[in-house]
């Protein structure tokens, strides 16, 4: 299973070293496998740690937590993501990851995957793609939380969550429900609003046929109307590619 | 000092008061009456209040975490949206 979005906008000349990178990571983690439980702190921020993950089931997210207990969810990790890539080169991570739901993860120490990140281009080229991908992600995430109205930010992240669910084999790629195990808080965190906010917005959503989200499930009524609401934050590979748009008919 | 269950009742008086105001505030720019702008005042001077209450030591942590609160609603409103034609 690759990144959850499938090596997003990648030349074509790195299609298979990506590839191949992927597989020997697999191999690589084999046998690593552990039910991590919702709710589990698997990184606590400021502290140090020494493995890289990678998602096989479940939803995690990076979150930062101020001083006066405002969160951020700044990333949100699906199925096939390598996460905590930056174990490799420094000490501490400076946020939290937090596992949103049950799931089971792949792990690696630091040290191991970083001999042979050196001397195999092939899982080099692969982690670093992850850290492309990420940003990707958070480039279109800065944009949405400066420009965004919270419309178009729940939109794009429902548009955002399908993509990569279909992309990584999760669902279906027409389909037009699945599984999002995100509170209403959690949204809020991530979206940058209220909870207050973030249930109008359902609500107006709900109104409007455009999705329901309830009971850790999102409905989608009509995939069009969402993504015309979410169509300015998307980028031009989510405009682009048919998992992210597979259900508008 | 208060009992317990009077003390949770008094969190809720607060959190259902907080609720509502924000909801109110939406409800106000959603239909165009107050601007985003009119709102931002009201809540800035807000923030500077439970700000200097943190300087002046007063309920400092509880109103560090108020001001933290306060500028949480202000960005959410900030993403809110304003009917057709009213001011931003």
Redesign the interface.
């Known amino acids: 299973m690759p990144d959850s979005a499938r090596f997003a906008l990648h030349r074509s000349e790195l299609r298979e070293p990506l590839i191949r990178g992927d597989r020997k990571l697999l191999e690589l983690m084999e046998g690593s496998e552990m039910q991590v439980a919702a709710g589990t702190l698997l990184i606590e921020a400021n502290t140090e740690h020494q493995f890289v993950y990678r998602m096989v089931s479940g939803w995690a997210a990076r979150s930062r937590t101020l001083a006066d207990a405002r969160d951020q969810f700044i990333l949100v990790f699906l199925p096939g993501d390598l996460f905590a890539v930056k174990s490799m080169f420094v000490t501490r991570h400076p946020d939290d990851v937090l596992l949103l739901s049950d799931a089971v993860i792949q792990k690696i120490h630091h040290r191991e995957l970083h001999d042979i990140y050196e001397k195999d281009s092939d899982v080099a080229n692969r982690c670093i793609w992850q850290v492309i991908e990420e940003e990707r992600r958070l480039h279109n995430w800065v944009v949405g939380l400066g420009l965004g109205s919270a419309e178009e930010r729940l939109a794009a992240l429902l548009i955002d969550f399908h993509g990569r669910l279909a992309l990584s084999g999760s669902i279906p790629a027409a389909a037009m429900k699945f599984e999002m195990p995100l509170t209403q808080a959690q949204i809020g965190d991530h979206l940058g609003i209220t909870s207050v906010h973030v249930n109008r917005v359902l609500r107006a959503f709900r109104e409007e046929g455009i999705a329901i989200i309830r009971d850790g499930q999102v409905q989608i009524g009509d995939f069009e109307k969402l993504q015309r609401a979410a169509y300015l934050l998307l980028d031009h590979y989510e405009r682009t590619t048919p998992e992210y748009s597979a259900g508008a008919r | 000092m208060p009992s317990e269950a009077e003390h949770n009742l008094h969190l809720a008086y607060a959190e259902a008061s907080v609720?509502l105001i924000?909801?109110l505030m939406?409800v106000l720019v959603e239909r165009g009456v107050l601007s985003k702008d009119q709102l931002f005042d009201a809540l800035e001077a807000a923030i500077e209040t439970k700000k200097r209450f943190v300087e002046d030591g007063i309920h400092a942590e509880l109103s560090?975490?108020a001001?933290?609160?306060l500028?949480?609603?202000a960005?959410?409103?900030a993403?809110?949206?304003c009917r057709k034609g009213a001011h931003t």
Request: net charge positive.
């Open positions: 609720v924000e909801s939406l560090g975490l001001a933290g609160t500028t949480r609603i960005n959410s409103i993403a809110a949206r």
